[in-house]
T-cell receptor, first 114, second 110 residues
Framework: DTGVSQDPRHKITKRGQNVTFRCDPI?????LYWYRQTLGQGPEFLTY????????KSRLLSDRFSAERPKGSFSTLEIQRTEQGDSAMYLC????????????FGPGTRLLVL | GESVGLHLPTLSVQEGDNSIINCAYS??????FIWYKQESGKGPQFIID?????DKRQGQRVTVLLNKTVKHLSLQIAATQPGDSAVYFC?????????FGTGTRLQVFP
């Protein structure tokens, strides 16, 4: 499978714990995006990378959230001191910089904070 | 699997009929639009896209129409099949990120 992959697919954690999610983009894609989706809503943009550089962060991305893409390939999204309001589906997408830059999504990581 | 969009607008169609899903977008400067299909527990799946210099684009069984005057998109699915049952989102590209509209749940009954 050469699509976007995410790990883990599901995560249950207790409030106050830290969690880290991983995304592996389509291999030739140099852009990688993180979105968050809550029930009944469309995905909301969090941040994106072009190669290693983090180019934009949403106001939704509080200080407890950090994303990295150290080698310009896979990316990690870490949430520190999780809160119940962090419960959501975290989606990763990737695209080429050229052309329209169509974004292709992974299967998501479902986070439940108890 | 877990449901996406528990309180979304719903379109119910009979198998074999055509479906039309509508979407309003907000940014007049948007120049690229995409329709995604999302099944329960999965990530959004690309269906079809359209640039703002076009008003219609056809794919396999799907057609997207763009009306820039009223900032409206529609997705037409011909001969709707049970496998088309999902939540459908339109998205507009604003700078380099996607802004998603309110999804529509499509239910196909025999």
């Amino acid at each position: 499978d050469t699509g976007v992959s995410q790990d883990p697919r599901h995560k249950i954690t207790k409030r106050g714990q830290n969690v880290t999610f991983r995304c592996d983009p389509i291999s030739e894609h140099n852009r990688l995006y993180w979105y968050r989706q809550t029930l009944g809503q469309g995905p909301e943009f969090l941040t994106y990378f072009q190669n290693e550089a983090q180019l934009e962060k949403s106001r939704l991305l509080s200080d407890r959230f950090s994303a990295e893409r150290p080698k310009g390939s896979f990316s990690t999204l870490e949430i520190q001191r999780t809160e119940q309001g962090d419960s959501a589906m975290y989606l990763c997408a990737s695209s080429l910089q050229q052309g329209q830059g169509t974004q292709y999504f992974g299967p998501g990581t479902r986070l439940l904070v108890l | 699997g877990e449901s996406v969009g528990l309180h979304l607008p719903t379109l119910s169609v009979q198998e074999g009929d055509n479906s039309i899903i509508n979407c309003a977008y907000s940014n007049s400067a948007s120049d690229y639009f995409i329709w995604y299909k999302q099944e329960s527990g999965k990530g959004p799946q690309f269906i079809i896209d359209i640039r703002s210099n076009m008003d219609k684009r056809q794919g396999q069984r799907v057609t997207v129409l763009l009306n820039k005057t009223v900032k409206h998109l529609s997705l037409q699915i011909a001969a709707t099949q049970p496998g088309d049952s999902a939540v459908y989102f339109c998205a507009e590209k604003v700078t380099d990120k996607l802004i998603f509209g309110t999804g529509t749940r499509l239910q196909v009954f025999p």
